[in-house]
C-alpha cells in the first residue's frame, strides 16, 4: 500500500512534514487539540479534515472562514491524488508519495506535530516579518501559484527572485493582478512583464504585504486570462525554441549585409533595428512594442536567413 505524507512547501511550516496513516482522520486547524495545529489568522480553530480510507485520501473543509483550496480551487470535499496542493491559510501543502523508511513515517503524529511547531519557530527567526507566503518555484510555479492567489482573493507584491533572470514583481488586488515588472524597467511593460515571469522556471518567491502606490498602467484582464494567455505564449515559445539564441546572447548585423533590406517587413525591420541599437536579445525583447513571442518569431526568420547573428 502507498505511503503518503503531507509537505509544506510554503508558508510558517515550509519544510515540515506530517505522515498520512491509513483508515485515519486528521483534523487541521488553530486549535492546540487538534491533529494538525497550524498557528495563524488566517487558519479557523476548525479548519479542515484529511481522511485515508483504504486508497483513497479525501479532504473536507469543516466551515472554515477563508476555506480550502485544492490546485487553486475553493473546495468542500474532494479527493486527493499525489502531487495536488493544498492552500489553508497561508501554507501551501502538496501531498506527496513517501518512502516508509522515511523519519516523517516513522515519527508519531506527537513528533510530526513537535517538528511542525519547531520548524515554525525557526523560520519565524530568520525570515522577514510581514512575509507570511514564501518558498521555491521549482516546487510550485507561478502559474500554479498565481492561480491559488487568485482563487483565494489574496492582496499583497509577489516578489520572484532568480539568479540569471533578476528580479520580477507581481502587484495582487484581491488576487487579481493589476501590475507587473521586472527589475523596475520601465521599458517592459506590465502584460509583458507577467507573460515573461510566467516562463521563469526557477527561483523563489515571497507574498510581501500590499503596496499602495499609484502605478503607471494598470493591467485590465483577470488573472485567469493572464495565466490563459500566458500558457499559449509559452507553448509558442517552447515549439520555435529550437531556432532561438540562448538566453544573454549578444547580437550583430552581419557585414556585409547577406540580404536586402527593402526584403524586409515593417516588423522585421524594427527588430533589425532593435538589434543595431541594443545588440542584445535582452535588449530586442525589453524594447520590442510587441509580445516576446512575436520578437522570437520575428528574430527566428532573420536568423535564419542570416540578416542577424549571434556574436
Keep these: 500500500m502507498p505511503q503518503y505524507a503531507l509537505r509544506f512547501i510554503s508558508g510558517k511550516y515550509q519544510g515540515g512534514e506530517f505522515p498520512l496513516r491509513m483508515d485515519r482522520e486528521i483534523v487541521i486547524g488553530r486549535s492546540s487539540d487538534l491533529d494538525m495545529v497550524l498557528v495563524e489568522d488566517m487558519v479557523s480553530r476548525k479548519h479542515a479534515?484529511?481522511?485515508?480510507?483504504?486508497?483513497?485520501?479525501?479532504?473536507?473543509?469543516?466551515?472554515?472562514?477563508?476555506?480550502?483550496?485544492?490546485?487553486?480551487?475553493?473546495?468542500?470535499?474532494?479527493?486527493?491524488?499525489?502531487?495536488?496542493?493544498?492552500?489553508?491559510?497561508?501554507?501551501?501543502?502538496?501531498?506527496?508519495?513517501?518512502?516508509?523508511?522515511?523519519?516523517?513515517?516513522?515519527?508519531?503524529?506527537?513528533?510530526?506535530?513537535?517538528?511542525?511547531?519547531?520548524?515554525?519557530?525557526?523560520?519565524?527567526?530568520?525570515?522577514?516579518?510581514?512575509?507570511?507566503?514564501?518558498?521555491?518555484?521549482?516546487?510550485?510555479?507561478?502559474?500554479?501559484?498565481?492561480?491559488?492567489?487568485?482563487?483565494?482573493?489574496?492582496?499583497?507584491?509577489?516578489?520572484?527572485?532568480?539568479?540569471?533572470?533578476?528580479?520580477?514583481?507581481?502587484?495582487?488586488?484581491?488576487?487579481?493582478?493589476?501590475?507587473?515588472?521586472?527589475?523596475d524597467n520601465f521599458a517592459i511593460r506590465p502584460q509583458k512583464a507577467i507573460y515573461r515571469l510566467l516562463t521563469w522556471s526557477s527561483g523563489t518567491f515571497d507574498l510581501e504585504p500590499p503596496d499602495e502606490r499609484q502605478v503607471i498602467e494598470e493591467i485590465s484582464e483577470s488573472t485567469e486570462a493572464l495565466l490563459i494567455e500566458g500558457m499559449r505564449l509559452l507553448d509558442e515559445v517552447k515549439r520555435i525554441e529550437p531556432d532561438l539564441p540562448p538566453h544573454g546572447s549578444r547580437l550583430a548585423i552581419p557585414t556585409p549585409l547577406a540580404g536586402r533590406l527593402r526584403d524586409l517587413s515593417p516588423d522585421e525591420l524594427d527588430i533589425f533595428q532593435l538589434v543595431l541599437d541594443h545588440g542584445t536579445l535582452q535588449g530586442v525583447l525589453d524594447h520590442y512594442a510587441g509580445t516576446d513571442l512575436q520578437a522570437y518569431t520575428l528574430l527566428a526568420g532573420l536568423l535564419n536567413r542570416e540578416l542577424v547573428v549571434v556574436t
Design 49 to 183: 479534515k484529511i481522511s485515508t480510507m483504504g486508497s483513497q485520501i479525501v479532504i473536507q473543509d469543516l466551515g472554515s472562514t477563508n476555506g480550502t483550496f485544492v490546485n487553486g480551487e475553493k473546495i468542500k470535499k474532494v479527493q486527493l491524488k499525489e502531487g495536488d496542493r493544498i492552500l489553508v491559510g497561508t501554507s501551501i501543502i502538496k501531498l506527496v508519495a513517501a518512502d516508509g523508511s522515511a523519519p516523517s513515517l516513522q515519527a508519531s503524529e506527537a513528533e510530526a506535530r513537535a517538528r511542525l511547531a519547531s520548524n515554525a519557530a525557526t523560520r519565524s527567526q530568520v525570515s522577514t516579518a510581514g512575509r507570511p507566503m514564501s518558498g521555491s518555484i521549482e516546487e510550485i510555479p507561478l502559474p500554479d501559484l498565481l492561480q491559488l492567489l487568485s482563487t483565494s482573493r489574496k492582496s499583497g507584491v509577489l516578489t520572484v527572485r532568480s539568479n540569471d533572470r533578476g528580479i520580477g514583481r507581481i502587484y495582487l488586488r484581491k488576487g487579481q493582478v493589476y501590475y507587473a515588472s521586472i527589475d
